[in-house]
């Protein structure tokens, strides 16, 4: 399973066109476990929220060119900006019309010059806690869906994953008038590895079986584990039954190679071996469902060759 990276540190927009007032709010805002992220102009913070996503902005309102109140409309008006937190910072704090024009705008709240440091940092604290626990929560998210599509061993994506590829791939197919080769793979000999030297080299095996494989394709291609010693392989954009030939020879010759199962107690060389079927879009079928019948078909019929001929799964 990949490790969780940590959370992003939040980032703290401050805008204002007196480069003394950058200064002072830069040595309040050190206190604070943020980034802090300058601009001297409306433009260049419109510029900023295009480039970095922030917990909070600090905002001037009179500046010229370009006030306060016009970058905050600039930023709700964009989809990619109209979410982030906006409190002005503005001696015209005590102007309700002005404080009415902000919140029209789309900010949360004003701090009035001269800037309190007790308050600021106050609410400023709130916006980099409320942002930590959004991140958090994505985090997890993330973490939840990608452990519902990935195999836990190898984290490879699962039989869900590879099937919802495998649907999206055939559509795509349909639509460009491609070719897409399916291609399911059975490892032979596993189980007396198993056997022999415990469950745990078996498990070593499959995690290497799986990192050999994604070692030999694009990023594009999909190479899953369907449970068990079973793994596919989804191609697109395939020159038809030559090349997934072609594609099946190299697999076939990867997977023959040793494997060395390094355990606590010792190190082990291992081989194998796979019996491999494949279906081609749309030669083979034209709905998923057509492919994996006749690729799962042909997997099994080699497999038996396999066995009637000597070897042993």
């Known amino acids: 399973m990949p490790v969780n990276p940590p959370l992003p540190k939040p980032k703290v927009l401050v805008v204002d066109d007196t480069p003394a007032n950058l200064v002072a709010m830069r040595r309040l805002l050190a206190r604070m476990d943020c980034e802090v992220v300058e601009a001297g102009s409306g433009n260049a913070a419109l510029a900023a929220c295009l480039e970095d996503e922030f917990a909070l902005i600090l ?8 006030d306060g109140f016009e970058v905050a409309t600039l930023l709700a008006d964009n989809a990619d900006t109209h979410g982030a937190p906006v409190i002005f910072v503005t001696a015209a704090y005590k102007d309700d019309l002005a404080r009415m024009t902000g919140y029209e705008v789309g ?11 007790f308050i600021l940092l106050s609410k400023v604290k709130v916006f980099l806690d409320l942002y930590r626990t959004r991140a958090a929560l994505k985090l997890a998210e993330r973490a939840a869906r990608h452990q519902a599509t ?3 061993l190898t984290d490879l994506p699962n039989r869900i994953l590879f099937q919802d590829r495998l649907q999206s791939g055939v559509a795509r197919a349909q639509r460009e008038n491609r070719s897409l080769a399916l291609v399911y793979i059975d490892i032979d000999r596993f189980k007396p590895v198993n056997d022999r030297y415990g469950h745990l080299a078996g498990d070593l095996l499959l995690k290497a079986i799986a990192e050999r494989l994604l070692a030999m394709f694009r990023a594009t291609d999909t190479i899953a584990r369907l449970g068990g010693d079973e793994f596919a392989a989804i191609f697109e954009h395939v020159d038809g039954a030559a090349a997934t030939d072609v594609l099946i020879a190299a697999i076939r010759n990867a997977l023959q190679q040793p494997f060395t199962l390094k355990m606590p107690a010792q190190s082990v060389t291992v081989e194998v071996g796979a019996s491999l079927g494949s279906a081609l879009y749309p030669e083979d079928g034209r709905s998923a469902e057509e492919l994996i019948a006749r690729a799962d078909a ?14 042993r799964s």
């Open 107 to 117: 900010a949360v709240d004003y701090i009035a010059k001269p800037v309190n440091e």
């Open 298 to 311: 042909r997997m099994y019929e080699i497999k038996r060759t396999h066995q009637r001929d000597g070897g």
């Open 59 to 66: 905002l001037d309102v009179q500046m010229p060119d370009m």
């Open 150 to 152: 990935h195999d836990p």
